[in-house]
């Protein structure tokens, strides 16, 4: 049985702690100032202080003094475990900065040109979890759909070839980003792989139950799509991003007019999922090779969500990004939607309400415990971008809402 992090390993230092502190307190108690006389940036300057009496000031709101009130349920685990502190760790200045561009710079020098374009299976290096993408030509397409408010006017479009996931990211491949022990992997063996965000320990099972092997990967925010897509690219020396509304929707309709022509025979959607999602690719899978394009879960694109621009002409390989925390554009429909949802032009605007019940202040910028019917599936494109432009895909600057 799989254990998810809070609920059995405790607090990590590195994921929980020091972010919390670096961000909320060492301005005031570190090496440049030190308010009240109180130090908080190493090992000894923290016992010094007191671990329980900075839990005390924590949990009372009193720090940071301008707010918002911390959740402090990481803090007090690792208080309670002795708060371990990595030997020689001096917060504020000996931390690598975590997503700017030298990091994207370093993993660019790993990236693979593309080889034979054709489908492939890849198994993530240090593991025995792999995924297969799905070769998809590039070509022109109507993407919209006429007298439908969100999705239209319909546009000529084009896009270039690139790889799909041929299946949502399933929790066999997620959780070995989201707890780093079940990669294999070690702090300090791979400092790009250590530099690259990841998700804070889970406060509830995020499967909600629902199952785990082969199952896909819910409840997280677009944010944390792109974090899994540099992790992966790092992992493997392959670049890899979410599609954009573009690519999503061309791949969906493979080739075709529009929609399928037995919805069942495809997708787990309201009528037939049992009130759940399915393992993945357990339906028939469309023209491309690509399984649960619609149905089971929604799925992240990289573009914010908003109305089409009229255009001239064909459009090519458009992608709006992201100037704002909401919305952003969701695709495919679910196991919780109606047929009329699960469509291949159809959109779903992302929104706030989707992690009404973080019980975390700020909220959270890795989970949406609300949208337990969203996950993401990635592409690799054949031509391989920029640094600068691999940092803007994994990067959207707007993940915080505060």
């Keep these: 049985m799989f254990l998810w992090g809070s609920l059995s390993f405790g607090a990590d230092f590195n994921k929980d ?15 440049t100032k030190q308010a009240s006389g109180v130090r908080l940036d190493s090992a000894a300057a923290f016992q010094q202080a007191g671990p329980a009496a900075v839990l005390d000031v924590v949990e009372s709101g009193a720090m940071p003094p301008n707010g918002p009130k911390l959740d402090a349920a990481n803090l007090k685990a690792w208080v309670s ?24 710079e370093e993993i660019a020098k790993r990236i693979q040109l593309s080889g034979k374009f054709e489908a492939y299976k890849k198994t993530i ?31 000529r479009v084009r896009v270039q070839p690139f790889w799909m996931m041929a299946h949502e990211v399933t929790w ?14 070690v702090l300090g063996a791979d400092g790009a792989i250590d530099a690259i965000s990841r998700p804070t320990r889970p406060y509830v099972e995020m499967s909600f139950g629902m199952g785990i092997t082969s199952f896909p990967a819910i409840s997280m925010t677009q944010h944390a799509a792109n974090k899994y897509a540099e992790w992966l690219s790092a992992k493997t020396g392959e670049f890899y991003r979410l ?32 009130g759940k999602y399915q393992k993945v690719a357990s339906k028939k899978a469309n023209p491309f090779g690509l399984f649960d394009m619609l149905g089971n879960v929604m799925e992240w694109t990289l573009d914010q969500y908003g ?20 919305p952003h554009a969701v695709r495919g429909g679910s196991w919780n939607d109606p047929p009329e949802g699960c469509r291949c032009s159809a959109r779903v605007p992302s929104d706030a309400s989707w992690k009404q019940q973080d019980p975390q202040l700020p909220k959270s910028i890795w989970y949406l415990t609300d949208a337990q019917w969203l ?4 592409v690799r494109p054949v031509k391989v971008p920029s ?16």
């Design 243 to 274: 599609p954009t509304e573009a690519e999503w929707e061309y791949a969906c309709k493979a080739g075709t007019s529009g929609e399928p022509a037995n919805l069942a025979e495809v997708a787990w959607f309201g009528d037939n999922a049992n």
């Design 375 to 378: 996950g993401f599936r990635l």
């Design 81 to 104: 475990a002795d708060a371990p502190w990595p030997a020689g760790v001096v917060l504020g200045t000996n931390s690598k900065k975590k997503d700017d561009l030298a990091l994207a």
């Design 17 to 31: 702690i020091r972010p919390l502190l670096e961000a909320n307190c060492i301005s005031c108690h570190g090496a």
């Design 307 to 326: 109305p089409y621009p009229a255009a001239a002409g064909v459009v090519d390989s458009p992608w709006v990004q992201a100037t704002k925390p909401y």
């Design 172 to 185: 066999d491949e997620y959780r070995l980003f989201m707890f780093s022990k079940q990669a294999g992997e």
């Design 387 to 402: 640094a600068a432009e691999m940092y803007k895909y994994w990067n959207n600057g707007v993940e915080r809402e505060y």
């Design 125 to 155: 290096p240090g593991t025995t979890i792999s995924y297969e993408m799905a070769a998809i030509p590039g070509g022109e397409f109507s993407m919209g759909t006429a007298g439908r408010k969100d999705e239209e006017p319909v546009r």
